[in-house]
């Protein structure tokens, strides 16, 4: 019988738990990690988290007993691999809840700004409807895909039924994606040069921190829009405000940004709960500067956020804890 403990829970997921992983001693919480929950979760042996525990050194010291992370999500920046490794710790990651999740919400945000839904939810009497709230059609236009894993490649089909030129940038091409859809692998410079969208599909890594900054970011085709739902540190802040602000960019959909923390956990900073850096507050503001542009869209980081998609993601982390307990050799095992 082994210890385990799921952090960040919804309460749906309870049930499912208790019964899949039966044999087993579960401490189940809603709340995310804190100094509270470490005390009763103190000697677990596994800890399944979402991405707003942040797990560091500090929190694996008091985790003596602790041989392996399941995040349920796939990027695992909020868990310090290093500090990890020196422990011996083994972590997990859901490589594939559901490409064509996040690849239908990242045409939700384009289709959103192309077709003006933000000013057409906020118009008012009086406006000319035919001139305000005119938009532009998707066929023919070219879209940018930087990154063509398991969800970029489901942005390329998607793109290609709507009839789009496809440009895409990865230092792994795939044939494929060639073959099936016309994408046209090209240098980063070339890709925003060219693209009316620009869409990011890369993990967050110390490479990709920044890949689109204050730096490129100007070479951007004029009026282009730029969509992210992958991760916030993968574009700069103040590059994308700066943009705007000189009419480079032509619109802005964000599902993840850095300072995203600021959205969800806003009241507790007023009130004192949630200790944050100068850094932190800088960039949370940023959040909300950008919030107030009218061509900009910014959603809590729900891409992933769909019934099948969650239910995938408990299904994998599941079988990822029986299949630990058991010895087996697991493919999404990060180190």
């Known amino acids: 019988m082994a210890k385990i403990a799921f952090l960040e ?22 709340e995310k990690i804190s100094d509270d929950i470490i005390d009763e979760i103190s000697d677990v042996e596994m800890l399944s988290v979402f991405i707003y525990s942040k797990i560091n050194g500090d929190i694996l010291d008091r985790l003596p007993n ?8 796939t990027g695992y920046d909020h868990i310090d691999l290093e500090e990890c490794k020196k422990r011996g710790i083994a972590v997990f990651n859901v490589p594939d809840y559901g490409s064509n999740t ?15 839904i933000r000013t057409i939810m906020e118009a008012k009497s009086g406006i000319d409807v035919h001139l305000e709230l005119r938009g532009r059609d998707l066929k023919g236009k ?11 490649s489901y942005v390329a089909k998607l793109a290609h039924a709507f009839g789009m030129r496809i440009l895409a940038y990865d230092i792994y091409p795939r044939k494929e994606l060639v073959e099936r859809y016309g994408v046209k692998y090209v240098d980063l410079d070339t890709l925003l040069r060219n693209s009316d969208i620009v869409t990011l599909h890369l993990p967050y890594t110390k490479e990709t921190h920044h890949i689109i900054n204050r730096n490129n970011i100007k070479k951007m085709k004029k009026g282009a829009l730029l969509i992210n739902t992958a991760r916030g540190g993968l574009i700069e802040t103040e590059a994308i405000i700066e943009a705007l602000d000189k009419g480079i960019l032509g619109g802005v959909a964000l599902d993840v940004i850095e300072g995203e923390w600021i959205l969800v956990e806003e009241m507790d900073v007023v009130y004192g709960r949630r200790p944050f850096s100068v850094e932190e507050l800088r960039k949370g503001i940023e959040v909300h500067i950008l919030m107030n542009y009218p061509n900009v869209i910014i959603t809590p980081h729900i891409a992933y956020n769909t019934w099948e998609a969650l239910n995938r993601i408990l299904e994998t982390t599941i079988n990822t804890i029986k299949g630990f307990l058991s010895g087996k050799e697991l493919k999404n095992r990060i180190i």
């Open 66 to 73: 602790l041989k392996a992370i399941m995040t349920r999500s």
């Open 9 to 30: 829970l919804e309460g749906w997921e309870e049930d499912i738990i208790k019964w899949e992983l039966r044999d087993h001693d579960l401490i189940l919480k809603h």
């Open 142 to 152: 070219t879209i940018g895909i930087i990154g063509t894993g398991r969800i970029g």
């Open 102 to 116: 996040v690849a239908e919400f990242t045409f939700l945000l384009i289709l959103s700004l192309v077709r003006k």
